[in-house]
Nanobody, 115 residues
Framework: QVQLVESGGGLVQAGGSLRLSCAAS????????MGWYRQAPGKQRELVAF???????NYADSAKGRFTISRDNARNTVYLQMNSLKPEDTAVYYC?????????WGQGTQVTVSS
């Protein structure tokens, strides 16, 4: 079993920054991909960014140029640096970890951007 602990959400004004962290622990054999998704009220969950074990990254168009995903393989931790935040970035952000055959999700952390 794998546990994911997220931190770093909160309330910030438009134009501000936040850094999300997600640490994975437990029976981890191998983590392939680590990523962040978000879900705004009344909307479907959507991909924000992911990073592979080799450091290859992929971003949603809405995140390109403003967000940076990174990971520390030794600590099984993934980060999401979010800059130039906009009110439309307001959502619950979920950490996702993909291991061979199983996906794990964090409990979610609220990010609220005020205008």
């Amino acid at each position: 079993q794998v546990q994911l602990v997220e931190s770093g959400g909160g309330l910030v004004q438009a134009g501000g920054s936040l850094r999300l962290s997600c640490a994975a622990s437990g029976s981890i054999f191998r983590i392939n991909v680590m990523g962040w998704y978000r879900q705004a009220p009344g909307k479907q969950r959507e991909l924000v960014a992911f990073i592979t074990s080799d450091g290859i990254t992929n971003y949603a168009d809405s995140a390109k140029g403003r967000f940076t995903i990174s990971r520390d393989n030794a600590r099984n931790t993934v980060y999401l640096q979010m800059n130039s935040l906009k009110p439309e970035d307001t959502a619950v952000y979920y950490c996702n970890v993909r291991t061979p055959g199983v996906d794990y999700w964090g409990q979610g952390t609220q990010v609220t951007v005020s205008s």
